[in-house]
Each structure stands twice: as structure tokens, then as C-alpha cells.
């Protein structure tokens, strides 16, 4: 077995490639920080105010001017968004531009009842007066499979009832009273296999010794990044 063998040329394309990966990471990391300020103007300034090609998610507008954006953003920040990254691809440009495709999840919704939106995305970033600066943004939705419609809108329903769970199991650990965690865990046709155990449990009392260990630890969970499935109203 050997590696395929690169094109003439294509070693320093990739190293370009490379070495403008963490540049492209920086820059997301500023757009979507300035989101989490809420300040609209602080967005739009990332923006290029000549040359703009912006083709927003939530807007049915070709937007091409900093006003345009400007009144697209003070809009998007009320929805408290916040992205992350799941797929990506940077292709250079040169020294002085790149191209950043691929996949986004937002979280957007009050803490009682974020939701996530998943959507595509491509942004040309190019220096500016030696300012990295958006030049192009495009940004829409994943397109929904046959019949995923009215299973998007039940996950929907159910996403905050998953986040409440979570919080209702998080904070039984920060009780470190066991049986309080294991209660929340039903007594009949239990399938856990918990992180710091080999065993498969499916009983109460096992259920107890695992977590009567385990809040020893002093555990505290963050979600960084989910999605619920619902099978019907109870599930």
C-alpha cells in the first residue's frame, strides 16, 4: 500500500492550503464572537463595503451594500446565535485571499429553548487596507429529505424538553446523591454503558453503584454540540 503520488505543483497548493487553515479558523472565530456581542455594527464591519456579494440565511435579499448589512444583522443577533463549525474546506487564493466552504450548526432561541439550524456555507475572505474582510458569504439550509419536514418540526417541539432533561440529570450529579441520579433511570429494559465502567448495566442496583462512584468524581456536563430525533410524543 503506498500513498497516491501528488500532481506537480500540488505539494505547495496543499502546503498554501495548510498553512491558511488556522487564518480561516481565526476569522470564523472573530464573525461568530462578534455575534455574541449582539452589537450588529460590530458584525457588518467584517464585512467588505465595496465589492460585497451576501447571500444571508434567514433573508431572501442579495445584499451588496453596508447598510443592507448592516439592517440584516440587527435582525440575526436577536435570534442570539451561535455557530459552530461541523465540515470544512479552505482553499487559498493567494496570499492575500481564500475561499472557507462547507457545514454550520447554529444554536439560535433563548437559554429555555435553543434550537439548532443546520445550514452550508461558503465565505471568500480577502485583505482589505490589510484588514481581513468578507467579500462573499452565502449561507442556507441543509435542504430537507422527503418526509423530513414534520420530522424536523416534532425534533424541533422536543429539543428544548431534551435540553431540560439534560439540565434535570447535570444537576442531580451536582447533588452527589446517587439514588437521585438513578432514579432518573428507568427500572425495566435499561440498555447504559456508562464512561467510566466496562459494564453493560441494565439494572437499578447497578445503576446505583455506578453513580454512588461516580459523583465522587465531582462530575459536571457541558453539551458542546447535539440533535434529538423524536419518535412520537412520549419518546
Do not use: C
Not at 18 to 46: C, G, H, I, S
Not at 65 to 80: H, I, M, Q, R, S
Not at 206 to 234: C, M, R, W
Amino acid at each position: 500500500s503506498s500513498a497516491v503520488p501528488k500532481a506537480p505543483g500540488a505539494e505547495k497548493a496543499e502546503a498554501t492550503s495548510e498553512q491558511m487553515y488556522p487564518t480561516a479558523q481565526e476569522n470564523f472565530k472573530r464573525w461568530n464572537d462578534a455575534l455574541q456581542t449582539k452589537d450588529y455594527k460590530k458584525v457588518a464591519a467584517l464585512y467588505s463595503n465595496k465589492d460585497l456579494s451576501f447571500l444571508p440565511t434567514v433573508s431572501p435579499n442579495f445584499i451588496q451594500g453596508d447598510e443592507d448589512t448592516e439592517d440584516y444583522f440587527a435582525n440575526f443577533v436577536k435570534k442570539l446565535p451561535d455557530g459552530t463549525i461541523t465540515a470544512d474546506d479552505v482553499q487559498p487564493y493567494g496570499e492575500d485571499a481564500y475561499l472557507h466552504t462547507g457545514m454550520y450548526t447554529f444554536m439560535t432561541g433563548p437559554a429555555n429553548a435553543r434550537a439548532p439550524v443546520e445550514a452550508r456555507f461558503s465565505y471568500m475572505w480577502r485583505k482589505v487596507d490589510g484588514d481581513w474582510k468578507i467579500v462573499h458569504h452565502h449561507s442556507s439550509a441543509v435542504p430537507k429529505a422527503a418526509g423530513g419536514a414534520k420530522a424536523e418540526v416534532d425534533a424541533e417541539k422536543m429539543y428544548p424538553l431534551a435540553q431540560e432533561n439534560f439540565k434535570r440529570w447535570n444537576d442531580a450529579l451536582q447533588t452527589k446523591d446517587y439514588k437521585k441520579v438513578a432514579a432518573l433511570y428507568s427500572n425495566k429494559d435499561l440498555s447504559f454503558l456508562p464512561t467510566v465502567s466496562p459494564n453493560f448495566i441494565q439494572g437499578d442496583e447497578d445503576t446505583e453503584d455506578y453513580f454512588a462512584n461516580f459523583v465522587k468524581k465531582l462530575p459536571d456536563g457541558t453539551i458542546t454540540a447535539d440533535k434529538v430525533q423524536a419518535y412520537s410524543d412520549d419518546l
